[in-house]
Antibody, heavy 119, light 106 residues
Framework: QVQLVQSGAEVKKPGSSVKVSCKAS????????ITWVRQAPGQGLEWIGG????????NYAQKFQGRVTITADKSTSTAYMELSSLTSEDTAVYYC????????????WGQGTLVTVSS | DIQMTQSPSSLSASVGDRVTITCRAS??????LNWYQQKPGKAPKVLIY???SLRSGVPSRFSGSGSETDFTLTISSLQPEDFATYYC?????????FGQGTKVEI
């Protein structure tokens, strides 16, 4: 059974950066993509970007361009999402998920990482 | 970016009811449409992918239909464990985009 296990909750100051990890089991990195989605408190789902680890290419939502970097370490099957210049509006649960290439659905998802931005 | 619009935003239903949620794309997405269920405090789970394919392990009371711009998620007989929020998501193009969600309440 494929699992994605994310790093723990973070509390950050405005203006700082956060780096969330997502470790995958199985053949995920050789075949699939990894995508990142966030959910602010009481809000819907928002796509941040994704990476195809076997190729190394990343795509980002325009809203986060210049502020987010998604990387993948194939040797440890771990993906990372780093978001900089944090504001209170970045307070959210951040999820990683496996993306099926060609079809584009997300399954499974990690458990989520709460990032709180507060002075 | 492709805009995804779900309706209704919320609905009240009873156990045993037939429930239909619609999702409209701002341009054609062929059949690149996926449905997720999310319960409070939990990560979303995929129910339907490619508009009408049922994810293994998902009960057959869930079904999806549609193509191009108009899609539907149907729950044929609502069960207590189905009270949740449902999202559609297009995978036709980057950026991936979600509908705003439909909350199914008792």
């Amino acid at each position: 059974q494929v699992q994605l296990v994310q790093s723990g909750a973070e509390v950050k100051k405005p203006g700082s950066s956060v780096k969330v990890s997502c470790k995958a089991s199985g053949d995920t990195f050789n075949i699939y993509g990894i995508t990142w989605v966030r959910q602010a408190p009481g809000q819907g789902l928002e796509w941040i970007g994704g990476i195809i680890p076997i190729i190394g290419t990343s795509n980002y939502a325009q809203k986060f361009q210049g502020r987010v970097t998604i990387t993948a370490d194939k040797s440890t099957s771990t993906a990372y999402m780093e978001l900089s210049s944090l504001t209170s509006e970045d307070t959210a649960v951040y999820y990683c998920a496996r993306e099926f290439r060609g079809g584009g659905w997300f399954d499974p998802w990690g458990q989520g990482t709460l990032v709180t931005v507060s002075s | 970016d492709i805009q995804m619009t779900q309706s209704p935003s919320s609905l009240s239903a009873s156990v045993g009811d037939r429930v239909t949620i619609t999702c409209r794309a701002s341009q054609t997405i062929r059949r690149y449409l996926n449905w997720y269920q999310q319960k409070p405090g939990k990560a979303p789970k995929v129910l339907i992918y490619a508009a009408s394919s049922l994810r293994s392990g998902v009960p057959s009371r869930f079904s999806g239909s549609g193509s191009e711009t108009d899609f539907t998620l149907t729950i044929s007989s609502l069960q207590p464990e189905d009270f949740a929020t449902y999202y559609c998501q297009q995978s036709y193009s980057i950026p991936r985009t979600f509908g705003q969600g439909t909350k199914v309440e008792i």
